[in-house]
């Protein structure tokens, strides 16, 4: 299995264990659960689906925009982990802000999306997905 240890090597973090390590790594399942929905909510055939598609969407955004394009759920773990908001990259200019979203496009691929792109990325299928959603409602 994932570990999210291994997502991120970037980040020199103090080792924690316990139950902040498997709060934490509980809280990064559930954010992966939320990715997958995001990713495929609007597609699959039940109209619940579509319906917590087109009312959670709204809802992330308004995390991101109150805190400033990370999710209350990065911020959660990554204070439960000890670990930065921003990091250092040695391919980057400076300190780049951490993306839930570029760090599993990274694990994923092998490819390091910049924060930017990441963030792109993240609102295209957002608002994409709402759409569809949304489409789907009226067209049921």
């Known amino acids: 299995m994932l ?12 080792a ?6 498997a709060l934490a790594r509980l809280l990064w399942l559930a954010h992966i659960a939320v990715l997958l929905f995001l990713l495929v909510g609007w597609a ?9 598609y087109a009312i959670g969407a709204p809802i992330v955004y308004v995390g991101w925009l109150v805190f400033d394009d990370h999710c209350w759920l990065s911020i959660l773990e990554a204070r439960l982990r000890g670990e930065p908001i921003t990091i250092e990259r040695a391919d980057a200019e400076g300190p780049e802000r ?11 691929t092998g490819w390091q999306p910049s924060y930017r792109t990441a963030n ?19 067209r049921a």
Not at 44 to 52: I, R, T, Y
Not at 123 to 129: A, P
Request: net charge positive.
């Open 3 to 14: 570990e999210r240890d291994e997502v991120v090597r970037a980040v020199s973090a103090p």
């Open 16 to 21: 924690i264990s316990g139950p902040r390590l």
């Open 44 to 52: 699959l055939p039940w109209p619940s689906a579509w319906w917590g």
């Open 98 to 108: 951490r993306s839930f979203v570029g760090e599993t496009i990274h694990w994923a």
């Open 120 to 138: 792109r990325i993240a609102y295209g299928v957002l608002w994409t997905g709402f759409l569809l959603a949304a489409w789907r409602l009226v």
